[in-house]
């Protein structure tokens, strides 16, 4: 079992910036494969970015390659998610997700609850 946190969520004009975190418990977090996802209000949940269990790979959506950068801290088991060039819309809930599977495969475990992220226009 893994528990994940978001938290970092807010409110940012747009072209602004922001990192929102994933602080990770209850097992090895070096294991799982970390991944972003986000949910917009009337949308479906879709897949930002992950990355892979050493850090050394890393997969992004079309939309936000190039401004988003995921990545991790296996020594504070903290995964990050910087967002820059924040367009109004990037703005959705936040989730990570932890996942035994490879570094595209989308399948994940395990879910956290969430992290808004607003921009502004």
């Known amino acids: 079992q893994v528990q994940l946190v978001e938290s970092g969520g807010g409110l940012v004009q747009a072209g602004g910036s922001l990192r929102v975190s994933c602080a990770a418990s209850g097992s090895t977090f070096i294991n799982y494969v970390m991944g972003w996802f986000r949910q917009a209000p009337g949308k479906e949940r879709e897949f930002v970015a992950a990355v892979s269990r050493r850090g050394e790979s890393t997969y992004y959506a079309d939309s936000v390659k190039g401004r988003f950068t995921v990545d991790r801290d296996n020594a504070k088991h903290i995964a990050y998610l910087r967002m820059n060039s924040l367009k109004p819309e990037d703005a959705a809930v936040y989730y990570c997700?932890?996942?035994?599977?490879?570094?595209?495969?989308?399948?994940?475990?395990?879910w956290g609850q969430g992290t808004q992220v607003t921009v502004s226009s």
């Open positions: 997700a932890a996942g035994g599977g490879a570094l595209t495969s989308m399948k994940y475990d395990y």
